[in-house]
């Protein structure tokens, strides 16, 4: 058993060390890079200055399914659907009306011939690391990811400078890191739940209902009703009608079991008479003879 937790509450579990962006909304074509080294961190800037981008790619990397994440949700901004993986991966910050026409086009940093990579470092009070990793690029005008957890401290610039649609520069990763090992130090995941349930199981939660838990007090301003909030985000969903469908069925095979166990006492009962009065004419007739 690894021991996940300290006594100290400020010190409790896995604490973030530092996180990187590149390519990520308008964090362009370097490496973005912050350090809270384990401590609570306040993140502060102008308006549009990138902080619910930044945010978002912390989002990112903890709530994988699309389904249980929605972005800028820290701004305050209700609505959904303005931000995409898409268009983080293409920079996508702004629109223009073009001169003539009726319609406007989206103002982009980047094509689809781009890569993004954003990355998370923790560490708990035994001194274990765990990276949190994503890489999306386009092939066919498709975005593809890639999931990836490491036992080790990743950087962008050091370990996914050389990337390529190819996929040599997993092979190399592979090589860099797992080729000497007797554990793998970096394990690439394929898809959204494996990756939820692995990154889960190594930072100790229950259930992976914690990821979209996060996803819903990034974003929480204000907190109408208790019960509700803990019902719907912090709770097991439980089937009731199915759970008493399998125990209204328990109940009747143990009266089936209850009925028939008093059947048979009842027929024990019955027979004994008859059995001993045989006994006893077994043995005159024995002695008879």
Do not use: C
């Amino acid at each position: 058993m690894l021991s996940l937790f300290s006594t100290s509450s400020h010190k409790a579990g896995f604490r973030l060390q530092y996180m990187e962006v590149y390519n990520w909304g308008t964090f362009n074509e370097k490496v973005f890079r912050i350090n809270p080294q384990g401590n609570n961190s306040l993140l502060t800037g102008a308006n549009a200055s990138g902080k619910s981008t930044y945010i978002d790619a912390l989002l990112t990397l903890i709530v994988p399914a699309k389904k249980d994440r929605f972005y800028n949700q820290s701004s305050g901004v209700d609505k959904k659907g303005d931000r995409t993986e898409e268009t983080y991966v293409l920079g996508h910050y702004g629109n223009i009306q073009e001169e003539g026409k009726s319609s406007t086009s989206t103002q982009k940093l980047r094509d689809t011939n781009t890569y993004s990579v954003i990355l998370a470092s923790f560490s708990n009070t035994d001194q274990k690391q765990i990276t949190l990793f994503q890489v999306r690029w386009f092939s066919n005008n498709e975005l593809r990811r890639q999931f990836g957890i490491a036992h080790v401290p990743l950087e962008v610039e050091k370990d996914f400078r050389d990337f390529d649609a190819k996929g040599l520069w997993k092979r190399r990763l592979d090589k860099m890191y797992n080729a000497n090992a007797t554990k793998n130090k970096i394990e690439f995941i394929e898809g959204p739940t494996a990756y939820a349930e692995r990154m889960s199981n190594l930072f100790g939660m229950r259930s992976v209902k914690a990821l979209s838990l996060f996803n819903q007090v990034v974003g929480v301003k204000v907190l109408e009703d208790l019960d509700e909030f803990i019902r719907t985000n912090m709770l097991e969903e439980q089937d009731a009608e199915a759970e008493f469908i399998q125990l209204k069925e328990s109940f009747l095979t143990l009266m089936d079991a209850k009925t028939n166990i008093e059947k048979a006492k009842e027929q024990i009962k019955q027979l004994t008479p008859i059995n001993e009065i045989a006994n006893k004419l077994n043995v005159i007739q024995n002695d008879l003879h």
